[in-house]
């Protein structure tokens, strides 16, 4: 039996340690894949900017909209942001796609303008494109050729982006905004920014993650977080925006702890900018 049972081990662990290959060889495969593909589809333009409106749950207004990139492969569908940005940042694809991205939504946000339905436009800035040192003079570029208000362009920023080098992030933080531009932290709550800094960083918005406001109202420890967040925000004067509200009892529970701009989709799904008309009648509808 004593002899089995060893034998048995070692085929386990023989068999674990050849899934674990197979894994590592397909995730090896699909890096492969799409950082070959990501080079084509740049050239070729695969790519599409999805704009998803943030809301006033008082007066159902759109205050504005973030940009999320969509990637339409041409046999493969569409493939998430969260598979192929990493990618993008690890091989430095990354300058060409965010500069693309800038491009892109501020010329959105000045088309919104010219309609009159002037509203920011926020821009999720990978770690790269933020320690970049050409980025002040690309965005003021961008902001000149497209005549935008620099005041509507929120630039989203993660914790863990700041975190590394406290004190060049924060003199990068003061040269944007000497562009006049607005500054997010994304995710927050999520990384592990010492909230000591978080008064050193000239922000001007907190975007409560998703991960807390996904349970409330049935999970009290996240709806004691995101009330602390609002709470501290507020102290901090920095405005705070809620995502991934999907429920009325997450509008209600937000309203009553004072956060009053919420994405998700609740209101709405990132839209192609072809779907954006349809959304204001739609609130204009709900409003009535
Ligand atoms: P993020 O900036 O935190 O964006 C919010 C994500 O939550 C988006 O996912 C959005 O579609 C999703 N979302 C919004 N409301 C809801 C909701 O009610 N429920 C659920 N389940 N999800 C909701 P998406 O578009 O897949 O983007 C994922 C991430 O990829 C973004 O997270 C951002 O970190 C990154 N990303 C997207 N576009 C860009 C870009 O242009 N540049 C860079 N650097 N990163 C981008
Ligand atoms: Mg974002
Ligand atoms: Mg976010
Ligand atoms: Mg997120």
């Known amino acids: 039996h004593a002899d089995l049972a060893m034998y048995e081990a070692k085929a386990k662990g023989r068999n674990t340690y050849h899934f674990y290959n197979q894994e590592l060889n397909a995730a090896a495969k699909e890096r492969l894949m799409i950082e070959n593909e990501l080079r084509i589809a740049i050239k070729e333009q ?18 504005g909209f973030e940009a999320l990139i969509r990637w339409f492969h041409p046999t493969q ?4 942001p969260v598979k192929f940005i990493p990618i993008a940042e690890s091989t430095g694809l990354i300058v060409e796609l965010g500069e693309w ?7 959105f946000a000045k088309r919104l303008d010219e309609q009159g339905k002037g509203n920011n436009i926020s821009i999720n800035l990978s770690a790269r494109q933020f320690k970049d040192s050409n980025l ?5 570029s961008i902001i000149i050729k497209t005549g935008i208000n ?15 080098d406290v004190e060049i992030a924060i003199n990068q933080l003061h040269e944007l905004k000497m562009l006049g531009v607005s500054l997010s932290i994304d995710d927050f709550g999520t990384g592990y920014s010492s909230l000591s800094y978080l008064k050193r960083f000239p922000v001007d918005i907190l975007k409560v993650d998703r991960s807390f406001v996904k349970d409330i109202p049935q999970d009290s420890n996240d709806m004691e977080i995101t009330a602390a967040i609002i709470a501290m925000a507020q102290k901090l004067n920095l405005n705070v925006v809620a995502e991934g509200v999907e429920t009325i009892e997450q509008i209600e529970f937000l309203k009553n702890n004072n956060c009053f701009i919420v994405q998700g989709y609740f209101f709405s799904p990132p839209l192609a900018e072809g779907d954006v008309a349809g959304l204001y009648q739609q609130l204009a509808l709900k409003k009535h």
């Open 46 to 63: 695969q790519f599409e900017l999805f704009y998803q409106p943030q809301v006033d749950c008082q007066t159902l207004e759109v205050v």
């Open 77 to 80: 569908g569409m493939i998430s």
């Open 101 to 107: 991205v800038l491009w892109e939504a501020c010329r």
């Open 136 to 140: 002040k003079a690309l965005l003021s």
């Open 150 to 164: 620099p005041r509507s362009l929120h630039l989203e920023l993660t914790e863990s982006m700041l975190m590394g």
